[in-house]
């Protein structure tokens, strides 16, 4: 009888806190997944297989599957599996067939005998010099799974945090052009037909109405040549910004100035540096070095210039603290902590605080922001539908009323 082959599944379970929690574990059955829970110091509630697509494209590899990827493995290691046996029940449990190829490359590399940072190194496009050398410092000094484990927890609490500024983001963004297009629509559509009402009226029309006319007559007649604008405009954007690097520092620099919004991405870009540092630090890479990780990772040209140049004064002997506030881009929360970690040689432990605190900060924030716009956006909606609506309506209003009289 041929051996049961290795799937993903869903759980659902209470840890040694009794926080709920769940997550994805790769298995042959569910028995075998709730016992290697338990061994986690898992209490299993459910445990389910994952239900395959139905369409199941070459889709491409995203950092939440590269994420994903480090939790397992941490997971495998952490239940005393073999490394290379590791890469084996993960490869098979994976959906993505891009993603597949790439655990099968690193695990045919690793039977091989190449060090596991040696072979995550050959593909920089999925894994950046940090993770790779967090990796390497967890593999020379013999606790992989232990590094592996921080490692995921980082890539996942970065991945949480971009989802929050990306749903800051992109809540109004798609309102907005949703109501652009129903203006459009009742402009090109709904408005012509009025047109020809008012033709044959006789009479002048209300300057009102007449600016929508003009205004939908326009469009009729260029609407192709808006389009065409609006999509070169935006495909030019996105161009210069990844072609040119100082048009893309112009850019960040803008958006830590739009309000409301610029807050939230200065908070999570705070909370990435403070969780960057956290990770590499506790992981025993010098200073120096982590510092060079971080202005790396840090996701906005002002915060990696400021930690560029934070790196260069602690470098000449100056305390991490006093180099931070010279910058003067942190905030003083983050200051505080960093001396105190400093004077009690918990630098990694306060930084962690410091990451969790502003990244709760950003989830308040985007969540108060969806709850301010939402009332706001369809204010907005109902002047524009509205307004479109009255002037249509306003000369008919004015010829009922003569008629009246």
Not at 251 to 276: C, H, M, Q, W
């Amino acid at each position: 009888m041929a051996a049961a082959q290795p799937g993903l599944y869903i759980y659902k379970g209470k840890n040694k806190d009794g926080k709920l929690i769940r997550g994805e574990i790769t298995g042959t059955s569910a028995a075998l997944v709730k016992a290697q829970l338990r061994k986690q110091g898992v209490l299993p509630t459910s445990v389910k297989k994952k239900p395959k697509p139905l369409f199941q494209a070459n889709k491409p590899i995203k950092p939440r599957d590269i994420s994903t990827f480090t939790r397992q493995m941490a997971t495998m290691l952490k239940a005393g599996v073999p490394l290379v046996q590791s890469f084996e029940i993960v490869e098979e449990g994976l959906e993505n067939n891009k993603m597949r190829t790439l655990v099968k490359r690193l695990h045919e590399d690793v039977s091989s005998g190449v060090g596991i940072g040696t072979a995550l190194r050959k593909h920089p496009r999925h894994f950046d010099d940090l993770y790779c050398s967090l990796i390497e410092a967890g593999e020379q000094s013999g606790s992989l799974e232990t590094m592996l484990d921080r490692v995921a927890t980082y890539k996942e609490k970065g991945e949480a945090l971009k989802r929050k500024v990306k749903k800051a983001l992109t809540y109004p963004a798609a309102v907005i052009v949703v109501a652009v297009i129903v203006t459009g629509i009742l402009l090109v559509k709904v408005v012509p037909v009025f047109a020809q009402t008012f033709q044959g009226f006789g009479a002048d029309l209300p300057a009102f109405t007449q600016f929508v006319l003009n205004i939908s007559t326009f469009l009729q007649s260029w609407w192709l040549l808006f389009i065409t604008l609006l999509i070169v405009s935006a495909v030019g954007f996105r161009e210069a910004k990844l072609r040119s690097p100082t048009f893309a520092d112009i850019v960040d620099k803008f958006n830590l100035k739009i309000p409301i919004i610029g807050k939230i991405i200065y908070e999570s870009s705070v909370a990435r540096f403070a969780r960057t540092l956290s990770t590499t630090f506790a992981a025993g890479v010098p200073l120096i070095e982590a510092l060079d990780s971080v202005a790396g990772s840090a996701g906005n040209a002002v915060f990696r210039d400021a930690i560029r140049q934070v790196r260069d004064d602690v470098s000449t002997g100056l305390q991490l603290n006093s180099a931070m506030r010279s910058t003067g881009l942190f905030p003083t929360l983050l200051l505080q902590l960093t001396a105190i970690g400093e004077e009690s040689g918990a630098l990694d432990e306060m930084m962690d605080k410091a990451a969790t605190h502003f990244e709760e900060s950003v989830d308040s924030q985007v969540d108060n922001l969806t709850a301010l716009l939402e009332p706001f956006i369809m204010s907005v909606l109902g002047i524009v539908v509205g307004g479109l609506m009255v002037a249509m309506y306003l000369p008919i209003f004015r010829l009922g009323g003569v008629i009246g009289g």
